[in-house]
Structure formats: C-alpha cells, structure tokens
C-alpha cells in the first residue's frame, strides 16, 4: 500500500510555535509533547504535565483565566487530547481569547503502548 500521508516532524513544528514566544506560557502534555518542548529549551514558562495524561488542557484553560493578559498555548498529542476530551466543552464555555490548543496527531497512544486511537481505525 502506497501512502501520499505527510508526515510532520514533532520537534521542528515544537520549534516554531516556540519561536519568537514573548511572553507565551506553555502547557505541553503527557509524554512525546513534553520532551519536544524540553528538547528545544527548557523555560520557566513551561509547564510539563508528566504522567498527567489527560490534564493539558485545563491546565492551559486555568493558566489562561490566572494570566489574562498572557498568551497561553496547549501542545499536545491526540491520545492525551481524547483522554481529556471533556475539557474542551468548558474550555467552550468560558472562551478564553488568549488561550490556544495544537494537537499533535500520530494516531496512537504512544505513551501507554502505540494503540491505535479511534481515528487511526478508520483508515
């Protein structure tokens, strides 16, 4: 089977939403986001979710309601992302303006053991 998929290199992406940051706080998730994040430099502004699979984006969703005046994104990967999928309803809800979410999208669970996520089954 011949696949026309292209493939997003995760460190090169993390590196330029990172780029020029100013004053951007970070939330990254469980695993894979959280070493990218690290690899391109360490930051107190970072926050690294290390075994909190499925916390990134109400992480992110708070820092964004504490610092109003912050630009406030999550990077995460899809596996996290539909372990905390009830977070983006309140996430809805309260329409943070300087609150942003990138999901990383490899089709499996790569922290827990490569299972294919919903997605990935569909193909």
Known sequence: MIS????LDRRTAMRALLENRG????????GSTTWDAAAVGDDDRN???WGAMGAAAMVGLGLAIARPVSRVLVVT???EMLMG???LA???VQRPPNLAIAVFD???CCETGMQAIPRALCH
């Open 106 to 108: 490899n089709g499996h």
């Open 77 to 79: 990967g899809d596996g």
């Open 23 to 30: 004053d951007l706080l970070l939330a990254t998730g469980l």
């Open 90 to 92: 309140t996430i809805g």
């Open 47 to 49: 926050f690294y979710l």
């Open 4 to 7: 026309n998929e292209r493939r």
């Open 85 to 87: 999928l009830g977070a």
